[in-house]
């Protein structure tokens, strides 16, 4: 693909609704868009061939009883490309940018265990040369967009929405069931075992040999058929299947897709530290999250306590977002913007020119 990839409203449209549900059909998928289910397979294919997008199944930490942490990261200038890349090859971090002047390295660590969490951040990044600082804030609660982030451009409405949403296995912000779930269990959990996602408590959970192989296929390709999982496992496509979806609802599995959003002509973004008052600290972070502009809001610990991801197509946007719409918000105290300069890794990507290297 050629760097002149134009995308039209249906390539929008399977892009936004594989963010809602990154298993969905492709058959029901063109029912809903009003296409065929050979044209939609072929968009899809494109896309990801083009680099615009990777559905993928992730393991949830706090479904494992641990957590993930969002880490800063002071290199020297002359250091901080390699350092960010030899982050990007850990499949333990991601979401690696370069911010704040090219001094500066943010990224998210997702271990699954105490002992990895502890060899990095305890161990390995104090003893790094390259490192001149760094602070780790875990992240103790997630807000997402109710219908997922995506442009205008290609939204779904409400009724195609409610549809995905309905028969959802796992969508990109999680599955229906979590949905349905977190709206019922109120407040979110700030200790303990729990979903960061839907902010319910969570067992954590126990994966056996055969879990690891089906988890193994889905972080290559989260649309991986049940068929080939179930090659994979040794069980059969409905024990497979069964266990896929026990995994989502335990909150210790779901589904992504990894857009590459410069791609969509979104080629400004930052990470903005808030501090805010602790008592309207969930009610921010509900607003935020339904901001067009936030890709990414969650409650973290640390000196500040909200951190949000914003995108946008030019620098006078981000100017007016903070300006309008932040300053608008009455629990707000303290804004730090750290624009970014250069992405390394999408979610669990790795990104070359932009866009999302398989």
């Given at each position: 693909m050629t760097e002149s990839l134009?995308?039209?409203l249906l390539d929008h449209q399977v892009l936004h609704a594989l963010q809602l549900d990154g298993r969905v059909p492709f058959a029901r998928l063109a029912g809903l868009l009003g296409s065929s289910e050979q044209t939609v397979a072929r968009r899809y294919a494109r896309l990801r061939e083009a680099g615009v997008v990777r559905v993928i199944g992730m393991v949830d930490p706090a479904g494992l009883g641990e957590s993930s942490w969002l880490v800063r990261?002071?290199?020297r200038p002359d250091a901080v490309l390699a350092l960010g890349e030899a982050l990007a090859r850990r499949p333990d971090v991601g979401w690696v940018s370069v911010?704040?002047?090219?001094a500066e390295i943010t990224c998210v660590a997702r271990s699954r265990t105490s002992a990895e969490r502890d060899e990095l951040l305890l161990a390995r990044l104090p003893r790094t040369a390259q490192v001149t600082g760094f602070s780790a804030h875990e992240i103790m609660h997630r807000f997402d967009h109710p219908d997922s982030w995506w442009p205008e451009t290609g939204r779904l409405d409400d009724a195609q929405v409610s549809a995905l949403l309905g028969a959802s296995v796992g969508g990109g912000a999680m599955s229906a069931g979590a949905r349905r779930a977190g709206s019922e269990a109120g407040p979110p959990a700030s200790s303990g075992p729990a979903?960061?996602?839907?902010?319910r408590r969570t067992r954590a959970v126990e994966l056996s040999a055969e879990d690891e192989l089906?988890?193994?296929e889905l972080a290559l390709d989260g649309r991986t058929p049940v068929a080939r999982l179930a090659r994979a496992t040794g069980w059969t496509p409905t024990r497979t299947g069964r266990r896929m979806e026990e995994l989502v609802r335990?909150?210790?599995l779901y589904f992504d897709a990894e857009v590459a959003i410069h791609l969509l002509g979104y080629r400004t973004s930052a990470m903005i530290w808030l501090t805010v008052a602790p008592g309207e600290l969930l009610a921010t972070?509900?607003?935020l999250a339904g901001h067009d502009e936030a890709v990414f809001v969650a409650a973290t610990s640390g000196p500040t306590n909200l951190v949000v991801v914003v995108a946008v197509r030019e620098t006078g946007q981000l100017f007016r977002y903070v300006t309008d719409r932040l300053g608008q918000l009455p629990g707000v105290r303290q804004v730090e913007v750290s624009p970014s300069l250069r992405r390394l890794k999408q979610g669990t990507s790795r990104?070359?020119?932009g866009r999302i290297s398989v």
């Open positions: 134009t995308l039209d990261i002071q290199s911010t704040s002047g090219g979903s960061t996602r839907t902010g089906m988890l193994a335990a909150g210790a972070g509900e607003a990104l070359q020119n």
